[in-house]
């Protein structure tokens, strides 16, 4: 297929030097994306299951001078169908994305996400970053959560959603969800004893340690999990806590920000500065 090898931009300039038009100008403006998102759908629907790699390098060419809403917009409008959550779209972010610096990966994945459901994000972050280094996760995590305004149960759905697609299915996975449940119902009761961490330090000590297990446990299959528990060492037992008697997951929807139209709005808030004093606390896992 010649089409692998096509420079979009080379393309483009020889049709305009040929029939004298100036549809790189246009096509490359940001304030024609409705007409840009018509024409690009005949593009799309030709070649997004034999040519995936065609529709990224042209979409990447498109948007190389666009703002970061603009570029969301228009992966969300051409998109839509496959979901925030689909492999594919997030295959397709990530190559757009791959070289840009942090800040902007923050504004474009927020973007992407807002209005979304805890499960949908979760997925999406859990694709997203699969290779990247488990600081860098967290970093881009702690800054969508604050950003959105994260509540205690957004995040308790995203950690149990984010556990199912890291943990294989079995005991293993069933201890880590009961652990984050039993975390989280911790921490309810200790909010009215004067206990001031937000919820999302709170579920970022339980992600960075989870996304460091799950590294270590896809590598080694190690004998321990670890999650951080709120309170001291000496009100927390070192025995395994017995697995809940449900360990189905029921994925309720809690985001405060509506689906519809939310996605272009920007959500701005002022970090978090509340300490982070959980401890680590290791418990047993069950070979399968």
Request: overall charge negative; glycine content about 4%; some cysteine.
């Amino acid at each position: 297929m010649q089409v692998l090898d096509i420079d979009v931009g080379e393309t483009i300039r020889a049709m305009d030097q040929q029939y004298g038009t100036q549809f790189e100008i246009w096509i490359r403006n940001e304030a024609n994306i409705d007409c840009v998102v018509f024409y690009l759908r005949k593009f799309i629907v030709e070649f997004e299951d034999s040519n995936s790699g065609a529709i990224t390098r042209a979409i990447r060419w498109i948007v190389q001078e666009w703002s970061v809403q603009k570029s969301a917009e228009l992966l969300i409008k051409l998109f839509y169908h496959w979901g925030v959550g689909h492999p594919k779209f997030v295959s397709l972010v990530s190559e757009l994305s791959h070289d840009w610096r942090m800040p902007l990966v923050v504004d474009l994945v927020a973007t992407l996400v807002v209005g979304e459901s805890s499960s949908n994000t979760a997925g999406f972050i859990q694709h997203f970053t699969s290779a990247w280094e488990p600081f860098m996760v967290i970093q881009l995590c702690r800054n969508i959560a604050t950003r959105l305004r994260w509540n205690d149960r957004y995040c308790l759905q995203f950690l149990l959603r984010y556990a199912t697609l890291t943990y294989p299915e079995g005991p293993t996975q069933r201890v880590v969800l009961s652990q984050i449940r039993n975390q989280f119902e911790t921490r309810s009761c200790m909010l009215h004893h004067g206990y001031k961490t937000g919820p999302v330090d709170f579920t970022m000590t339980m992600l960075e340690v989870m996304v460091r297990d799950s590294k270590m446990y896809r590598n080694s299959h190690p004998k321990y999990a670890t999650l951080p528990c709120v309170g001291t060492p000496s009100k927390q037992s070192n025995m395994a806590r017995p697995l809940l008697h449900d360990t189905n997951l029921t994925i309720e929807e809690a985001h405060p920000a509506p689906r519809a139209s939310a996605y272009l709005e920007k959500l701005s808030g002022p970090p978090s500065t509340n300490p982070n004093d959980g401890i680590i606390l290791g418990l047993p896992i069950v070979d399968e």
